[in-house]
C-alpha cells in the first residue's frame, strides 16, 4: 500500500507561480501528476520515473511545468511557471509500483492523493 500527501495549491494570478508537493510512504516505480475540472476526464499533466530521471509532460504544460524528485524523501514536486487559467483544476498525485505505461491516462494508477486545488485568475 502506498500512501501520497499533497501540498502546495492555491490561488494565482495569471502568469504567477505555484508548487506542488506530493510525499509517498514508500519508493514507487514512478509517480506523476493529474489534472480534472468538472466534467472532464482526468488528465496527465507529467509523470517521472525517480530511479532514471525520465520525465514526461502533456503537451499543454511543456515549458511551463517541471517536474522532479527528492528520492530520499520519496517526494515528486511539481513547478509550475507562467500559469494560465485554462490551468485552474483539482490537482492529483498518482504513483505505482510497477509501471505507469497507461499514463497520460489515468487507468493503471492504484495510488492517488486526496488532490489539492490550484485556482488562476486572469
Known amino acids: 500500500q502506498v500512501q501520497l500527501v499533497e501540498s502546495g495549491g492555491g490561488s494565482v494570478q495569471a502568469g504567477g507561480s505555484l508548487r506542488l508537493s506530493c510525499a509517498g510512504s514508500?519508493?514507487?516505480?514512478?509517480m506523476g501528476w493529474f489534472r480534472q475540472v468538472p466534467g472532464k476526464e482526468r488528465e496527465g499533466v507529467a509523470l517521472i520515473y525517480p530511479a532514471g530521471g525520465s520525465r514526461y509532460y502533456a503537451d499543454s504544460v511543456k515549458g511551463r511545468f517541471t517536474i522532479s524528485q527528492d528520492n530520499a524523501k520519496n517526494t515528486v514536486y511539481l513547478q509550475m511557471n507562467s500559469l494560465k487559467p485554462e490551468d485552474t483544476a483539482m490537482y492529483y498525485c498518482?504513483?505505482?509500483?510497477?509501471?505507469?505505461?497507461?499514463?497520460?491516462?489515468?487507468?493503471?494508477?492504484?495510488?492517488w492523493g486526496q488532490g489539492t486545488q490550484v485556482t488562476v485568475s486572469s
Open positions: 498518482a504513483a505505482e509500483v510497477f509501471g505507469c505505461s497507461s499514463w497520460p491516462t489515468s487507468r493503471g494508477f492504484n495510488y
Open positions: 514508500r519508493y514507487t516505480v514512478c
